[in-house]
């Protein structure tokens, strides 16, 4: 496989990825399912993931199904590595890889979000737009747990700042944890 084909299809396959977690994301933060980019999103990538959801029902609110699925796609982008000769063959690593980088991914995501988010609350607070009403119900989702610890005060949320400073903390620690597995950070999409 040339080096060029391995890129088009490691792309296509992170792609897929980045939707998956979108999707599970808007599932576990409980968004607006009517939003049409939220629609447009899942009539996508929710395919796979209805099959694995028959036998693995969400749990809490989290969709493992999603994560499954993300997992699985990103194992298949690692053994195109191993099929290009970057990677040598380890069914185990290539799983761990697997799940750190959706791990780290989901992260990642939910930091945009938030930053989105403030932004947006700042800027454009009741803009009718769907990408705006969808990234400030996911923001607003994710910082509803850290408002019980501190509560907004004179108007101002300073939620976002405990929410920061936990997903950093979480973040360092996974990504520290896939570098120490050996996972090349050049390979995975959550680098």
């Not at 040339?2 to 977690?21: H, M, R």
């Not at 499954?68 to 099929?83: E, G, K, N, T």
């Not at 009403?133 to 923001?139: D, E, F, G, V, Y």
């Not at 979480?170 to 950070?185: D, I, R």
Request: charged share 10%.
């Amino acid at each position: 496989m040339s080096e060029a084909t391995f890129y088009l299809f490691k792309a296509l396959l992170d792609v897929f990825t980045l939707g998956v977690i979108l999707n599970f994301l808007f599932r576990l933060l409980k968004v607006d399912y009517f939003n049409p980019i939220v629609q447009g999103i899942i009539k996508a990538v929710d395919y796979p993931s209805q099959l694995i959801r028959s036998f693995v029902k969400p749990v809490y609110g989290i969709d493992f199904a999603a994560l499954i699925i993300a997992i699985l796609i990103q194992s298949a982008a690692f053994y195109l590595a191993v099929v290009a000769g970057s990677l040598d063959y380890d069914p185990s690593k290539i799983t761990i890889w697997s799940l750190y980088s959706v791990l780290i991914l989901c992260l990642k995501v939910s930091f945009w979000v938030m930053l989105a988010g403030i932004i947006i609350s700042w800027v454009a607070n009741d803009h009718k737009h769907p990408a705006i009403r969808l990234i400030l119900q996911m923001s607003d989702s994710i910082f509803k747990p850290f408002r019980f610890f501190l509560p907004p005060v004179g108007g101002l949320d300073f939620s976002p700042i405990l929410a920061f400073i936990a997903l950093q903390y979480l973040e360092s620690m996974f990504t520290s944890l896939a570098l120490g597995s050996g996972m090349p950070y050049w390979l995975s999409i959550a680098f």
